[in-house]
């Protein structure tokens, strides 16, 4: 079998993949908790029947060879928008991860977004304006998603890290679309240096990579087949330093919190020193006339 062939078959799998995760997704109602990701499986299963068709239609030179243009902008106006939407589904889930701490929750999805525009201005202030509109229209989209891909890796570590302080299981959905997304990100990462490297291994980096996309669907199948444990209550000490950054991080932020100012030591020894002359003037009127 060609490395075409096996590519070919292996992309019609993802599609049946998607596919079948689509409709467990939508049928236990999951897009309620997670609607970044709905609309992200919406565009993957509306957009692949549309580039496989016109990509079909470029060796049949249909539609007076407009093929090739039509399949150029969807394929990457799908590309940018994924981009875009696997940041949202990256917010989800880490608001998710962090439901039982508000505060935390809060100021952790600001922190997110300013990391992500800061990510953006440094990939997109990089790239050449002296290459034609395809090249550059790439460039972008390809600068965009590593910079997502790289918030979809440092989220997958924090939940690796701190899955027992937030009492997070390891089959809880919020944890495999993680690693499902980590998984996908890795592979990108390891298919850009090695095609750096060599070039004429393109092909089967590319078998590798479908592959643990085949696997990271495979495994949302899973999670979304089986159910969901419920997840347990974090009980924390009083004294716990976690429940003193979620109080500190729900302080912050909110306008109408009052504040109690602490006086200065010179400041209370003027207030005694003039509440006891009132006191010894009330006692001795008549020295004081």
């Given at each position: ?7 070919t ?110 990510s953006?201005?440094?990939?997109l ?11 550059i229209i ?22 690796c ?124 009127p008549?020295s004081?006339?």
């Amino acid at each position: 079998m060609s490395s075409q062939t096996a590519m070919t078959l292996m992309c019609m799998m993802e599609f049946a993949l998607w596919a079948v995760f689509g409709f467990l997704f939508w049928t236990k109602k999951l897009h309620r908790r997670f609607p970044a990701l709905g609309i992200y499986l919406a565009l993957r299963l509306a957009s692949m029947p549309v580039l496989l068709f016109f990509y079909f239609g470029q060796t049949r030179h249909w539609f007076n060879d407009y093929c090739s243009l039509i399949y150029f902008l969807v394929y990457w106006s799908a590309y940018i928008a994924s981009a875009v939407l696997l940041f949202f589904i990256c917010v989800e889930v880490f608001r998710s991860a962090l439901s039982a701490f508000f505060g935390l929750q809060r100021l952790g999805t600001l922190a997110f977004r300013w990391a992500a525009l800061v990510s953006v201005i440094l990939s997109l202030s990089t790239f050449s304006l002296e290459h034609s509109r395809a090249l550059i229209i790439a460039d972008v989209a390809f600068r965009l998603m590593r910079s997502v891909s790289i918030l979809e890796l440092c989220l997958l570590a924090f939940l690796c890290l701190s899955m027992n302080a937030l009492r997070l299981s390891a089959r809880s959905m919020t944890f495999g679309i993680a690693l499902g997304f980590g998984l996908m990100s890795s592979s990108d990462f390891v298919l850009a240096a090695f095609w750096s490297h060599n070039a004429s291994l393109s092909d089967a980096f590319q078998l590798v990579t479908e592959s643990l996309v085949l696997v990271s669907l495979g495994m949302w199948v899973t999670y979304c087949a089986l159910p969901e444990p419920v997840r347990q209550p974090v009980l924390l000490p009083l004294n716990s330093t976690l429940l003193r950054w979620n109080e500190i991080a729900s302080a912050l932020g909110h306008t109408g919190t009052q504040v109690a100012v602490q006086q200065s030591a010179g400041g209370f020894f003027l207030t005694d020193a003039e509440r006891t002359v009132e006191e010894l003037l009330a006692q001795n009127p008549q020295s004081h006339e």
